[in-house]
């Protein structure tokens, strides 16, 4: 039995492995090509970005590998041996916090890579060690007190139930829409600074398109995202009460205010057309079929692996094989939210103006320094949009011989330094 779940899992890992070589290959040949949407000088930039984003995830998924291959052959009994004590709760909580160590452990140089070395070499972050650290130790808190709840709520259900799995699902998907209700006014502001939008003419603006739609708010704020990343973005949070419209104050200074509400109008299509309720739902059937095939994973297994099959064992199982099962859905849910995403740039060109949405995502493409082209094997398994190219012919906009001209010179620290590295060696996502 363990052979076989190291066979799926080898299998599963192989094939993303394969995805990101393919996705390497195209994009550096790709950069090379006539740019589209932006100067020559920007699209090689955004490819030379793609591609550093996509080699780290590469051996991020071989070190992924060993990991797991770790865990069943070896680390889920050395952990077993290392937490005795009394009370099956309790122990599964510790195993499953030190469990969530390791992996913590693991992942840290990869974000610590992405964070100060890609990003900072393509002006991204603006994130500090500091910042870092603080953010760090407040996720590390938040997960020890909500995470410890719900493990101990899990281990007792594994440990008192038979049909364990199905009361499982009942309850992390209950947590799930618990956390969409509270995130905005609750999570989110641990994390960054919500100053309410202030009153004028944008602001009118939005509160006349959210009238349009029917949407009642908790209000429209602004985010400081810039000091952590030099992204564009906005989004509507919450459920229900709680909903609320965040706009990062890296958007307010990219784009005209048309632009804006086009923009907002793509939100508003999301809301009108039920999308939200539409995720939780496509949410929750993939949870339930995981939790319904990973809660029936022979007893044999943990006996091959040599530990016995407590609830934290059988937890941490689950969380190991999660990813696969989430693959192989992600085709399904991607073609979903790819085609609700056609329907809310429709609705937002109605909303905001077609030329302004246009404008607007062309500005996101360039300041976000997004690769406007994939490999179709990366459009079909992890593009949630799609691709821009095709978002703007839908539209009505022909950007294959479109070039963005340059509005202020690119820096000349880093980021060439980076682009000349990548020429010797010859997402959107």
């Known amino acids: 039995m363990l052979e076989s779940v190291v066979l799926v899992y080898t299998l599963y890992i192989f094939l993303k492995i394969y995805i990101s070589v393919m996705q390497i290959g195209y994009i550096n040949e790709q950069k090379r090509k006539a740019p589209v949407l932006m100067s020559a000088s920007r699209y090689l930039v955004a490819g030379n970005y793609a591609v550093a984003k996509e080699k780290l995830g590469l051996i991020e998924s071989f070190v992924d590998y060993f990991v797991f291959l770790w865990w069943v052959m070896a680390g889920f009994s050395w952990l077993q041996g290392l937490v005795q004590v009394e009370g099956a709760v309790m122990q599964a909580v510790l195993f499953l916090f030190g469990f969530f160590t390791v992996n913590y452990l693991v992942s840290l140089p990869f974000t610590l890579y992405q964070t100060f070395k890609i990003d900072e070499d393509f002006h991204f972050n603006q994130m500090t060690p500091r910042l870092f650290i603080v953010d760090q130790l407040k996720s590390i808190a938040m997960f020890v ?139 929750g059937g993939l949870l339930f079929i995981s939790f319904f095939l990973l809660g029936h994973l022979p007893d044999p297994l943990f006996t091959q692996m040599g530990v016995v099959p407590a609830a934290g064992v059988k937890i941490a199982m689950m969380i190991l094989l999660l990813p696969v099962i989430s693959f192989l859905f992600t085709p399904v849910m991607s073609y979903v939210s790819r085609h609700n995403e056609y329907a809310a740039d429709a609705f937002g060109s109605e909303m905001g103006g077609r030329e302004n949405l246009v404008s607007a995502l062309m500005k996101l493409v360039t300041e976000n320094k997004a690769f406007p082209k994939s490999h179709p094997l990366v459009i079909f398994f992890y593009y949630t949009h799609p691709p821009i190219i095709e978002r703007l012919k839908e539209l009505g906009y022909d950007a294959s011989n479109t070039i963005i001209e340059e509005e202020e010179p690119l820096p000349k620290d880093g980021i060439f330094t980076f682009v000349a590295n990548e020429q010797t060696e010859d997402d959107n996502r």
């Open 145 to 283: 007190v909500i995470g410890g709840a719900l493990f101990a709520a899990l281990a007792w259900i594994v440990t008192n139930y038979d049909a364990w799995w199905l009361w499982g699902f009942v309850l992390l998907f209950a947590v799930a829409v618990v956390v969409n209700i509270v995130y905005p006014t609750i999570i989110a502001p641990i994390f960054n600074k919500f100053d309410p939008l202030e009153e004028g003419e944008l602001k009118e603006s939005i509160i006349s398109l959210m009238k349009r739609v029917g949407l009642k708010s908790d209000g429209i704020f602004v985010m400081d995202a810039s000091k952590r990343d030099s992204r564009l973005n906005a989004y509507f949070g919450g459920l229900g009460k709680s909903k609320r419209v965040v706009l990062f104050d890296t958007l307010l200074e990219k784009l005209k205010n048309e632009e804006l509400l086009a923009v907002l109008g793509h939100e508003l299509g999301h809301f009108t057309h039920g999308d939200i309720w539409k995720n939780i739902a496509l949410m």
